[in-house]
């Protein structure tokens, strides 16, 4: 079974300030990892995910995430944040064995990123 | 390309009654998963469908159905609405094989 932990429920940060939140994972299989931001009223919006290769990977909107695997963490940055990335993000694993074969994600309870002038 | 799109928006249900959702994968996708999210135990997986044919499930009573059509648009029948029902209600679809998921806008359903 995996499960994923999302250690801050609220981030507040001012605008052009770098950000991070965290996402630890506990799996006893290979996982792909994924980062989703949800603004109000709209679904989820993929941000980056981590399938295998290099370690840190890029995404849209100035994002990025390190995926390391001896502290089973894949947190998000971004160095320099807008009040346009006021949102929830949501931190999500799946199984790599089913991950082709299943629609399953595990998702943490989210971050609300809350960006102040 | 169209996205995932989800009917209705939003919903109004008192308790007791049942209600459907409906959602329209993205051309070409066969899977399609739902799912729940309240503030209190976010997101949650509630069933995946794929060829017609459920093939995962989440943890969550049997008043929870679903089934897909054969050009892959799926719904999902919520019966004896309870208060604690009300969420919004996300799908996803994604090509059979492939690891990335998209989202629909979702349904906000409120029990009164």
């Known amino acids: 079974a995996q499960s994923v932990t999302q250690l801050d429920s609220q981030v507040p940060v001012f605008e052009e300030a770098p950000v991070e939140l965290r996402c630890n994972y506990s799996?006893?299989?290979?996982?792909?990892l994924f980062w989703y931001v949800q603004y109000p009223n709209q679904g989820l919006q993929l941000l980056l995910k981590y399938l295998s290769g290099s370690t840190l990977v890029k995404g849209i909107n100035g994002f990025e995430a390190e995926f390391n695997k001896s502290q089973t963490s894949f947190h998000l940055r971004k160095p320099s944040v807008h009040i346009s990335d006021t949102a929830e993000y949501f931190c999500a694993v799946s199984d790599v064995e089913r991950s082709g074969n299943t629609g399953k994600l595990i998702f943490g309870q989210g971050t609300t990123l809350q960006v102040k002038p | 390309k169209a996205g995932v799109t989800q009917t209705p928006r939003y919903l109004i249900k008192t308790r007791g009654q049942q209600v459907t959702l409906s959602c329209s994968p993205i051309?070409?996708?066969?899977?399609v998963s739902w799912y729940q999210q309240t503030p209190g135990q976010g997101l949650q997986f509630l069933f995946e469908y794929f060829s017609e044919t459920q093939r995962n499930k989440g943890n969550f009573p049997g008043r929870f159905s679903g089934r897909q059509f054969s050009n892959s648009r799926s719904e999902m029948n919520v019966s004896t609405l309870e208060l604690g029902d009300s969420a919004l209600y996300l799908c996803?679809?994604?090509?059979?094989?492939?690891?990335?998921?998209?989202f629909g806008a979702g349904t906000r359903l409120s029990v009164l």
């Open positions: 051309s070409g996708h066969r899977s």
């Open positions: 799996s006893s299989v290979s996982v792909y």
């Open positions: 996803a679809s994604k090509i059979e094989g492939a690891n990335i998921q998209y």
